[in-house]
């Protein structure tokens, strides 16, 4: 309640026994029992089978057949065990350690993946093809994030992912319908990614516009922008204006051949390729260069930052223009890479994901990377189980992606701390 | 390094904070801005440091007028400033906050704090700072903080050192000790500005003392003048420092608060274990260094914090568990430490912020609706007892000045029958003049037979107003002393040391000079 800048003294004796937080046992709880009835008591008679290479491949690896009886009773009472274990923890007063929620969602999802395989017609599914396409779904996510942290860091809440995205991909594939070359529609998405982003820093930063409102004008306007000229222009000659080369899958030969982490690592096209080296980059230079420490800085307490001789706002402005570049050659991965061409609102709400993602992941680079993963796997199994045939309901399936994304956000982030100024304009004096 | 300001003035709008002030501050020498709050004395410093241009004016240094277009200028020029509310970034470490802006990289723009890190230790060695390069600033108490600060000012080969209110956030002990550093700074032939209001440490420091009102220098004084010439200069007028009080005559306990723990989110005890009594018609002050469990001490009462144990009484009824609106009913008037955030609504009218707390009762409200004459009705009187300066009773409580502000709330809260009055720091950024009436109303309520609890981190005032004094260190109390205990025993208690064994410590000394 204190607004003093001062902090209270800090105690290194904080004794056991602190503030004791219920909403972790109740949901490990509460999920480990639904394994024990769905995943153990509900299994599938049947076997199931994970294929963990493609059997073209030089390195076979042999297929994985799984009693679904078994897994499931395993994962439940693993689950059962780790849900008490909190509980006895929580009642002593002690947090759950981070361990073992992950060794929770593991099971869960070992658990879950065999039950849902084994009820469909076929229980049989390629594992490799199930994580490769979660990457594939996942980098335009990555991409979106990324922008979403390079904003944030520096103080300015970026809501506008999702145009971002979809003018990128509009870019891409009216510029490399015209040009004939996917490279020259990557670049020309990455203008108009920053197009986008010059809006909302012109208006957020400029002239105190809410950045919330500015970032969700700017979605609006470029929907409704694409799918006009989608509709004028596009669909009236889509030889001449809507057929996008596509970019190439450049194999490395040899590392390529990798079961399972060749094909997510070393058979990608140059955006995904870029995916990763964006990661490392923003990751490294956030918290080792120079320019990271000022951006950090001023997302954090710009006014230190400005009494020390940065230019807050040029900063912020500069962090906006390069997120809008991450942003607008993520936005080409939907034309140049995913489909061959451009739809009305194809982004379908990724860019919002995309902000999920950079919440869960902690507005740290390495985190939303992962945390975007999640959600493209959640994608991707939501797709492969429809073609499996499983007795959930298709609509059910399709709501996943959405499940996880408040699942993530709400429960298991845990307390996480944005940037202290972001979405706060920075007014000098 | 001389620096000289000439006919320095800034206007806001039609508001005129600093109004042609001259000063020249001579190398090695501590010049003290003495002046009440809102008196224009950090608008000044902001204008010398470029974060706001002067309207009219110019600033010299050695002799040569500059201009500075923003804080990057003054630094270059050889100044420093060390602002009331640190301008740390506090989740980054010691060597991050003093090398960002001035950063030394590697190939490709990498960060390089080894050099940062190397200076920062001998700067703490040379002045004997005792600070980790590598410590995250929003782990380390205040006080270091504070030394932080002026690191990052000497790695920037600052001259003249601006102290904008350094001794605010401080215990008795850290303030010595920076009136200590600020001794070796001078003695190294840098020059310091030291702004403050408390008269007994600008005496106790300084060279030349520069005195201004209402954003005009109202004359120097000598550091030999004695507090009461430097208050009635500092005013305006003449003032009495001390309160003339009777003495309490305490009648049955009627509020007692036992073992009470209020836990932080994180499971932090800000407040451990409290136990203590107040009678009728008296009162208790609350010392301690802002941030040391008072504001969760006063919101556990008033039944603002989660997270609460023990048990808080109030005519042998339990107020803990039951809701803000409950215990107020029960009859706890709270002046809370922040009046523009918690104190009142600043858009709303001085008439509406007066009956915040009876607004759903009668007179003031109908049924549903709420009648409007008796409660400007009310606002007239209130207006004329507490001298409220205002335009109107419908002025936006917002834009009174924070003494008038704070009149504001306590007549609220003075303004029904209460069985207990909690005032946080009911003085900070109250002019003089104001002061005092604001304590002759809380010892009327005293001497009405009310339980009162003041909370206060200036010990003037708490050895101004209370019966009796608990000292807080760190959630814990240190004991509770009689009001006339010394100043010495009071600093050594808010640094945490036991109120018997510093009452004995505090003889000792004394037996020693003797």
């Known amino acids: ?429 | 390094m001389k620096l000289e300001l000439k006919g320095i003035t800034k206007r806001f709008g039609t508001l005129v904070a600093n109004d042609h002030i001259d000063l020249v501050v001579e190398p090695g020498q501590v010049h003290s801005l003495l002046g009440e709050n809102g008196a224009g004395k950090s608008t000044l410093m902001n204008v010398l440091y470029g974060l706001y241009d002067p309207t009219e004016g110019e600033i010299l240094v050695n002799d040569k007028s500059v201009t500075f277009r923003g804080p990057g200028d003054a630094m270059a020029a050889g100044i420093g400033m060390v602002h009331q509310h640190f301008m740390l970034v506090p989740v980054f470490t010691v060597a991050e906050n003093v090398a960002l802006g001035n950063e030394a990289t590697k190939a490709g723009g990498m960060l390089d704090l080894s050099d940062t890190r190397a200076k920062i230790r001998a700067i703490s060695d040379q002045y004997g700072f005792d600070v980790d390069p590598d410590a995250v600033v929003e782990n380390l108490p205040v006080g270091v903080q504070q030394r932080v600060e002026i690191i990052k000012a000497l790695v920037r080969n600052a001259e003249v050192l601006i102290l904008d209110e350094p001794t605010a956030v401080l215990t008795p002990k850290e303030t010595d000790e920076l009136l200590g550093i600020m001794g070796q700074l001078k003695a190294d032939g840098k020059s310091i500005v030291f702004i403050s209001h408390k008269l007994r440490e600008v005496k106790a420091v300084s060279d030349v003392i520069t005195v201004v009102r209402r954003g005009k220098v109202v004359g120097t004084a000598d550091p030999g003048a004695s507090t009461t010439e430097l208050a009635s200069l500092m005013v305006g007028r003449a003032v009495s420092l001390t309160l003339q009080k009777e003495p309490a005559h305490p009648g049955e306990v009627s509020f007692s608060v036992r073992d009470l723990v209020v836990q932080a989110a994180n499971g932090q005890r800000v407040v451990d274990g409290l136990s203590f009594d107040v009678a009728q018609g008296e009162i208790l002050a609350i010392a301690g260094v802002q941030g040391n469990g008072q504001t969760e001490l006063t919101e556990a009462i008033l039944g603002l914090q989660n997270h609460v144990r023990g048990s808080i009484l109030l005519d042998g009824q339990e107020l803990l568990g039951r809701g803000v609106k409950d215990i107020i009913r029960a009859g706890v008037g709270f002046v809370p430490e922040d009046r523009s955030v918690e104190g009142l609504v600043g858009s709303f009218s001085v008439a509406e912020n007066l009956i915040l707390n009876r607004y759903d009762q009668a007179p003031f409200a109908r049924g549903l609706s709420m009648s409007s004459a008796i409660i400007e009705k009310n606002a007239d009187e209130k207006i004329a007892e507490y001298d409220v300066r205002t335009q109107s009773a419908a002025a936006a409580a917002g834009t009174l000045s924070g003494g008038n502000q704070q009149k504001l709330v306590m007549a609220r809260e003075l303004s029904r029958p209460l069985k207990l009055f909690i005032a946080s720091q009911p003085t900070r950024g109250v002019d003089v003049g104001s002061i005092e009436f604001l304590h002759r109303r809380i010892l009327q309520e005293r001497d009405g037979g009310t339980p009162v609890i003041i909370v206060s981190t200036e010990l003037d005032e708490v050895l101004e107003l209370a019966d009796r004094i608990a000292v807080l260190y760190r959630g814990r109390l240190m004991g509770i002393v009689p009001g006339t205990v010394s100043r010495d025993v009071l600093g050594l208690m808010m640094a945490g040391m036991p109120g018997d064994e510093a009452l004995a410590q505090a003889t000792n000394v004394r037996g020693e000079m003797q």
């Open chain 1, 1 to 429: 309640m204190s607004t003093s800048a001062t902090a209270a003294p800090v105690r290194a004796d904080a004794p056991s026994g602190g503030v004791r937080n219920w909403k972790n046992p109740i949901l490990l709880s509460v999920l480990a029992l639904l394994a024990l009835l769905v995943f153990a008591l509900g299994a599938p008679a049947n076997d199931v089978t994970f294929r963990l290479s493609d059997p073209g491949d030089a390195l076979a690896l042999p297929e994985l057949v799984l009693s679904a009886p078994l897994i499931g009773w395993i994962t439940a009472l693993g689950m059962l065990a780790l849900a008490a274990f909190v509980v006895a923890r929580t009642r002593r007063g002690e947090p759950a350690p981070r361990w073992l929620l992950a060794a929770f969602a593991v099971l869960f999802l070992i658990g879950f993946l065999t039950w849902v395989v084994g009820s469909a017609r076929t229980p049989n599914v390629a594992l490799y093809g199930l994580l490769a396409g979660s990457v594939t779904l996942a980098v335009p996510l990555i991409f979106g994030s990324l922008s979403g942290v390079l904003c944030e860091r520096s103080g300015v809440v970026n809501i506008a992912i999702e145009g971002q995205l979809l003018f990128g991909a509009f870019a891409a594939a009216v510029a490399a319908s015209l040009s004939g070359s996917a490279i020259v529609g990557l670049l020309a998405a990455a203008v108009a990614g920053v197009m986008v982003s010059l809006v909302l820093a012109v208006f957020s930063i400029r002239y105190l516009v809410n950045q919330v409102i500015v970032g969700v004008v700017l979605n609006v306007l470029v929907s409704g922008l694409t799918g006009f000229l989608f509709s004028a222009v596009l669909s009236e000659d889509s030889e001449t204006w809507n057929s996008p080369p596509q970019l190439p899958v450049l194999s490395i030969p040899g590392l390529s051949e990798i079961p399972i982490l060749g094909p997510i690592l070393f058979e990608q096209t140059i955006v995904g390729y870029l995916m990763y080296l964006a990661v490392a980059v923003v990751y490294v230079a956030l918290y080792h260069s120079r320019w990271g420490l000022r951006t950090r800085a001023v997302g954090e307490h710009p006014k230190a930052a400005d009494t020390l001789g940065v230019n807050v706002n040029r900063m912020r402005f500069t962090n906006v223009l390069l997120a809008g570049v991450v942003a607008g050659v993520g936005g080409s991965f939907f034309t140049l890479v995913l489909v061959s061409g451009f739809g009305r609102d194809m982004t379908a709400g990724q860019g919002y994901i995309a902000l999920a993602a950079l919440i869960f992941g902690r507005w740290n680079p390495i985190g939303a990377f992962f945390a975007a993963l999640l959600f493209g796997f959640a994608t991707n199994l939501s797709n492969v189980l429809s073609l499996l045939g499983t007795p959930v309901p298709d609509q059910f399936l399709r709501m996943l992606p959405y499940v996880v994304t408040i699942f993530a956000v709400a429960g298991l982030v845990g307390r996480s701390r944005a940037p202290a100024a972001s979405g706060i304009p920075y007014v000098k004096g």
